[in-house]
């Protein structure tokens, strides 16, 4: 059982990794950044740490005016947002607590802790790059 588990999570975190590194290449991001990418995609061992160090904090104004916010479902008190790779992201509100909502509005967590936000959305992502797209 185990195995299947660590098989599964292994080929999740490729898959995830390998697109973030497509997607970097398309839209012609930073060398450096692609590289890491695509040498976390040929990794076989990953933490929340890997993932993490590709958040981008902007202000809510700043997200506001670069992506349509009505594909989001963005806080009303929301003051900032980490955007991650896949347009995953992490928004911080007025009252200091980190929220993450699901891609498809499919799941919710918030904690005051940035850090246990981040852990919650890894798990996430290696549940959903799970099924094939």
């Known amino acids: ?3 299947w588990y ?3 999570n292994l080929i999740s975190m490729q898959r995830f990794f390998l697109k973030c590194a497509q997607h970097a290449k398309r839209i012609e991001d930073a060398h450096e950044r ?7 995609a040929d990794a076989t061992e990953w933490s929340c740490k890997d993932f993490s160090r590709f958040g981008h904090p902007m202000s809510i104004a700043e997200f506001k005016s670069e992506y349509d916010t009505s594909l989001y479902a963005v806080e009303p008190t929301c ?3 980490i955007l991650y790779p896949q347009m ?3 928004q911080l509100l007025e009252n200091e607590r980190w929220i993450y909502h699901g891609l498809f509005g499919d799941t919710h967590f918030s904690h005051h802790l940035l850090e246990s936000v981040e852990e919650y959305l890894y798990m996430d ?3 959903s790059e799970k099924t094939p797209t």
């Open 1 to 3: 059982m185990r195995y």
């Open 79 to 81: 003051t900032d947002v």
């Open 125 to 127: 992502i290696l549940k």
């Open 34 to 40: 692609i590289q890491m990418m695509q040498q976390l």
């Open 88 to 90: 995953y992201y992490i």
């Open 6 to 8: 660590y098989k599964a």
